[in-house]
């Protein structure tokens, strides 16, 4: 009866760590096999352990190239993606116009519309205007694909703002401006940073659209793909556990300064 007891007054703890493990399986088994050293072509199996791919990551041709087209796409997509977001956002929230319903509505299709339609359509449209398939057109395919997501995103930290605080400026004699960077933008910014994140977490893992409009542009998870096929080195786990322990000191950085902000509000 104890142990009914104890289940039922910490079961959501548990179910919450056993979805966050399970979660969390594939990143530990990549980078466990981070520090394999197979006998073959595949690191499917565990043979033996090295830092050899530690120490030599960018030891396999070309790999190297294909990660920093997409951190060069990511983050220019980000940008993108981020600025126009911003300002649709804003727009949708603060202005009332025309079509605005039909604006909000389409601002979902990117993200309900599966990916391989996408692709495809954005393929005909770049053939139809006689553009060259390459590193432009990976970018410009990311950005409309990343932007919904900063939208949605922003849009909901623009709506749950105070219009007070921002009347309260402009009593104090500030101008536009002065009321946009010192109050606007600084309770936007958690919404702002949640779009850009996720920005780049989509462009740089992104294999469908890219593989659609890449033309003989090698992303790296299009070079991951083509080595899946025929033998998958060891540094693409190194480069995988590197991307996910940057992504988990994000996250640990953002709690420590949100943690801080809070405790100096009290």
Not at 53 to 66: E, I, N, T
């Amino acid at each position: 009866m104890a142990l009914v007891n104890w289940l039922k007054r910490y079961f959501v703890v548990i179910a919450g760590l056993l979805t966050l493990g399970y979660l969390l399986l594939p990143n530990i088994v990549v980078t466990v096999f981070s520090f394999n050293r197979p006998k073959g072509r595949f690191n499917y199996q565990w043979q033996q352990f090295s830092t050899d791919a530690w120490k030599d990551p960018c030891g396999v041709a070309d790999m190297c190239g294909s990660l920093s087209i997409s951190l060069q796409i990511a983050f220019w997509a980000t940008v993108g993606a981020t600025v126009l977001g911003s300002m649709i956002a804003f727009a949708l929230v603060r202005y009332r116009f025309r079509a605005r319903g039909t604006v909000n509505s389409l601002i979902f299709l990117p993200m309900a519309m599966p990916e391989v339609v996408m692709a495809a359509s954005l393929l005909t449209l770049f053939l139809n205007l006689g553009a060259q398939l390459g590193f432009w057109t990976i970018l410009i395919a990311h950005i409309m694909f990343c932007l919904s997501f900063v939208v949605v995103a922003v849009k909901a930290r623009v709506m749950s703002m105070d219009p007070r605080l921002e009347e309260a400026a402009r009593d104090l004699y500030a101008s536009p401006v002065q009321t946009f960077l010192r109050v606007t933008l600084p309770i936007a910014a958690p919404g702002i940073a949640a779009g850009a994140l996720l920005s780049f977490a989509l462009s740089f893992d992104d294999f469908i659209i890219t593989n659609f409009n890449a033309g003989s542009t090698v992303t790296f998870p299009m070079f991951v793909w083509g080595s899946a096929q025929r033998g998958t080195p060891v540094q693409i786990n190194v480069i995988g556990t590197t991307m996910f322990l940057v992504a988990v000191l994000l996250v640990l950085v953002s709690m420590v300064i949100g943690n801080r902000r809070n405790r100096q509000k009290a």
